[in-house]
């Protein structure tokens, strides 16, 4: 396989804590509280058959609470245990410990899972039962399996499987990485989601995350083959294909060249023209002004220039929200590739097929989005035969747990890719 100019940090290239939560050293934990029951194994939260999604830091410290119930556990404690020692505010540990509560059905007033105690933690205070021995299997749960497979060029390109239940296979966007995206913020709520209910495939995008770094060809066609290859090497025959933003065009692509693969396609913040193709003389300036930052400052520890697409993307974003996208983008590719991604991107052009889309379409768009015009999946929706179309509100390109309109992006897309 090749290799980057630069390697990846040796954290980004472990696997997601295995198939087993390790907190501190200590084994895994299955038991049962209440109605709930926790398995630290396969990662989930369960109250009956209903299961619980929460964030990796959030299970990780509820993990962390069950194992030292016995005691109350200091701030420090739980930060060494589940940040590594890292440097943590007050404010996002207590984020954590809120999101801990409200999975489990408590809250900062009641306290009868967990109690805090005034300048000194907090404990889990829950009656354990220890060893559920019918907790729901999830085949495969919720941990990646990372493969990877070659593209008709020889590039190697890196996915994903996770979760059980039918399949849904989601195209690569803008900058990933299949292991860091989990314990981002940004995406691992999303990707939770979807592995809960479905056998999620999803892929690095050639030049970056695991995928190979040093490529010769960045291009609309390029994409649709690694695509087309890693369906192949997952054998996955028939699937409902996600696509966000510049996913899109690939999926088009894909959906109009093979129906009979394509159950469903669900497009959201997407575009059939890139911005050098549906530019005016002020985009097209716009566009090289920021390929030249790009090229200056990708690579730097500020993140002044990456700060422009994240701005664009998550508008709304909490700090450590922006904090994870900026490292992301920069961990996931080199300043030679960004620059080569973004105008394969803003040079893509689909619009001469959208009317031989012949499977059944979702459109979703936001009103206000500050990354890819909503006159963009307005057309889209408009030029498939037989398109649904879903506006939602808000400006951020990206829909961010937390945001009213969530749990209605989660249900239009599920909804749909179930059929």
């Given at each position: 396989?090749?290799?980057?100019?630069?390697?990846?940090?040796?954290?980004?290239?472990?696997?997601?804590?295995?198939?087993?939560?390790?907190?501190?050293?200590?084994?895994?934990?299955?038991?049962?509280?209440?109605?709930?029951?926790?398995?630290?194994?396969?990662?989930?939260?369960?109250?009956?058959?209903?299961?619980?999604?929460?964030?990796?830091?959030?299970?990780?410290?509820?993990?962390?609470?069950?194992?030292?119930?016995?005691?109350?556990?200091?701030?420090?404690?739980?930060?060494?245990?589940?940040?590594?020692?890292?440097?943590?505010?007050?404010?996002?540990?207590?984020?954590r410990i809120n999101g801990a509560r409200r999975a489990v059905?408590?809250?900062?007033?009641?306290?009868?899972?967990?109690?805090?105690?005034?300048?000194?933690?907090?404990?889990?205070?829950?009656?354990?039962?220890?060893?559920?021995?019918?907790?729901?299997?999830?085949?495969?749960?919720?941990?990646?399996?990372?493969?990877?497979?070659?593209?008709?060029?020889?590039?190697?390109?890196?996915?994903?499987?996770?979760?059980?239940?039918?399949?849904?296979?989601?195209?690569?966007?803008?900058?990933?990485?299949?292991?860091?995206?989990?314990?981002?913020?940004?995406?691992?709520?999303?990707?939770?989601?979807?592995?809960?209910?479905?056998?999620?495939?999803?892929?690095?995008?050639?030049?970056?995350?695991?995928?190979?770094?040093?490529?010769?060809?960045?291009?609309?066609?390029?994409?649709?083959?690694?695509?087309?290859?890693?369906?192949?090497?997952?054998?996955?025959?028939?699937?409902?294909?996600?696509?966000?933003?510049?996913?899109?065009?690939?999926?088009?692509?894909?959906?109009?060249?093979?129906?009979?693969?394509?159950?469903?396609?669900?497009?959201?913040?997407?575009?059939?023209?890139?911005?050098?193709?549906?530019?005016?003389?002020?985009?097209?300036?716009?566009?090289?002004?920021?390929?030249?930052?790009?090229?200056?400052?990708?690579?730097?520890?500020?993140?002044?220039?990456?700060?422009?697409f994240t701005s664009q993307l998550l508008p709304d974003a909490?700090?450590?929200?922006?904090?994870?996208?900026?490292?992301?983008?920069?961990?996931?590719?080199?300043?030679?590739?960004?620059?080569?991604?973004?105008?394969?991107?803003?040079?893509?052009?689909?619009?001469?097929?959208?009317?031989?889309?012949?499977?059944?379409?979702?459109?979703?768009?936001?009103?206000?989005?500050?990354?890819?015009?909503?006159?963009?999946?307005?057309?889209?929706?408009?030029?498939?035969?037989?398109?649904?179309f879903v506006a939602l509100e808000g400006s951020g390109h990206?829909?961010?747990?937390?945001?009213?309109?969530?749990?209605?992006?989660?249900?239009?897309?599920?909804?749909?890719?179930?059929?």
């Open positions: 396989m090749q290799t980057g100019a630069k390697p990846l940090e040796d954290a980004l290239l472990k696997p997601f804590r295995g198939a087993s939560i390790f907190v501190g050293g200590m084994t895994p934990v299955i038991c049962r509280f209440g109605a709930f029951v926790i398995d630290g194994e396969r990662l989930e939260l369960r109250r009956g058959e209903e299961l619980r999604e929460m964030e990796p830091q959030v299970f990780s410290l509820l993990v962390f609470l069950i194992e030292n119930r016995d005691r109350v556990v200091s701030k420090d404690e739980m930060i060494e245990a589940v940040w590594d020692g890292r440097i943590v505010s007050d404010a996002t540990l207590n984020a059905g408590d809250n900062g007033k009641e306290q009868a899972v967990i109690r805090t105690y005034p300048r000194r933690g907090f404990r889990f205070v829950a009656e354990v039962e220890p060893d559920a021995p019918d907790v729901p299997k999830a085949a495969g749960g919720f941990n990646p399996e990372v493969h990877f497979c070659n593209a008709p060029d020889g590039i190697s390109i890196a996915y994903a499987l996770s979760g059980d239940g039918p399949p849904l296979l989601k195209t690569a966007n803008w900058l990933s990485h299949l292991e860091y995206d989990w314990e981002s913020p940004v995406w691992n709520p999303l990707l939770m989601a979807l592995s809960a209910n479905f056998r999620l495939l999803r892929y690095d995008q050639r030049g970056t995350g695991l995928s190979d770094r040093v490529v010769e060809e960045l291009s609309l066609e390029r994409f649709v083959d690694d695509l087309e290859a890693v369906a192949d090497a997952a054998g996955m025959d028939r699937f409902p294909l996600f696509a966000m933003s510049q996913g899109c065009p690939v999926a088009i692509t894909f959906a109009v060249r093979h129906p009979e693969r394509v159950s469903r396609l669900i497009l959201y913040g997407g575009f059939s023209q890139g911005a050098r193709v549906r530019g005016d003389g002020i985009d097209l300036a716009k566009e090289e002004a920021i390929a030249t930052l790009m090229r200056e400052g990708w690579g730097q520890d500020n993140p002044a220039f990456r700060q422009i909490s700090q450590e929200q922006i904090q994870w996208f900026n490292d992301l983008q920069r961990e996931t590719t080199s300043p030679e590739n960004a620059v080569r991604l973004r105008i394969a991107i803003d040079e893509m052009d689909v619009s001469n097929i959208l009317s031989e889309i012949s499977v059944p379409t979702l459109v979703i768009h936001r009103e206000n989005d500050a990354r890819q015009p909503f006159t963009e999946g307005r057309h889209l929706a408009a030029a498939i035969p037989g398109a649904r990206i829909v961010l747990e937390g945001e009213n309109i969530w749990p209605r992006y989660l249900s239009e897309i599920m909804d749909f890719a179930r059929g």
